[in-house]
């Protein structure tokens, strides 16, 4: 059983920077696409950024430039840092893990406001 738990989300200004931490454990981490997404109130969950167990990124057209995802095998953590965050920005972001089947962690908010 896979296990995800998200940390490091909150209330930010725009222009500000947030690291979301995303912690798995149950699995050898290194065998999985890792990846974060994100639902907005009354919008449907979009993919924002996800690195595969060969290190090859792909990101949200709108966060290109902005935020970067990256993993730490031996903690068995996944990152993203999210830099000039703006409002459009604000949502629940979810960590995601994939192999032979799709995990998700609880959800952390990020809420970018002035």
């Known amino acids: 059983q896979v296990q995800l738990v998200e940390s490091g989300g909150g209330l930010v200004q725009p222009g500000e920077s947030l690291r979301l931490s995303c912690a798995a454990s149950g699995t050898i981490f290194s065998f999985y696409t890792m990846g974060w997404y994100r639902q907005a109130p009354g919008k449907e969950r979009e993919l924002v950024a996800l690195i595969r167990t060969t290190s090859t990124i792909d990101y949200l057209d709108s966060v290109k430039g902005r935020f970067t995802i990256s993993r730490d095998n031996a903690k068995n953590t996944v990152y993203l840092q999210m830099d000039s965050l703006k409002p459009e920005d604000t949502a629940v972001y979810y960590c995601?893990?994939?192999?032979?089947?799709?995990?998700w962690g609880q959800g952390t908010q990020v809420t970018v406001s002035s």
């Open positions: 995601y893990a994939m192999r032979l089947a799709a995990y």
